[in-house]
């Protein structure tokens, strides 16, 4: 995905949505997140001055920035029923991505996930390493 800026007010209000949340990075105070309604999100790194998209191709459910790596996030995404081949084994269910370019390039981690996050609220435990992802998983019914 190239980054780029874009004019909103170009585009129609009905295909962006509105903007139902906004994060901020703790391992950077110009470092913003706003998630849209309809899947269209955006970054801006100078405190809300510009704004680029940033959009994994996919409407992002859940945004979560890492406590000390600027450019570290997690996401996940809800699949939907066009994601099977046979409607029949359509099933729902969240999975989880990480980008460490902040959203340039996104890397799967685990489907059926329930509930996710970063290990650690800083850099001050030395016993869990910054890359570790705490995943609880939905069990597995086939078991």
Request: proline share 4%; glycine share 4%.
């Amino acid at each position: 995905m190239k980054e780029e800026y874009f004019d909103i007010d170009k585009i129609p209000k009905k295909e962006i949505g509105f903007i139902y949340n906004v994060d901020k990075s703790p391992a950077d105070n110009s470092l913003i997140f706003l998630m849209g309604s309809k899947g269209i999100n955006w970054k801006s790194d100078d405190c809300g001055n510009t704004f680029k998209p940033l959009n994994n191709g996919r409407k992002i459910h859940e945004f979560t920035f890492h406590p000390t790596e600027k450019n570290w996030a997690l996401a996940s995404i809800l699949t939907k029923c066009e994601d099977f081949e046979d409607p029949k084994e359509c099933e729902i269910y969240k999975e989880v991505y990480y980008t460490t370019d902040l959203g340039t390039h996104w890397n799967f981690l685990a489907d059926h996930v329930v509930q996710f996050s970063w290990a650690i609220d800083d850099d001050k435990d030395p016993f869990i390493s910054k890359e570790t992802v705490i995943i609880v998983k939905q069990k597995d019914m086939n078991m």
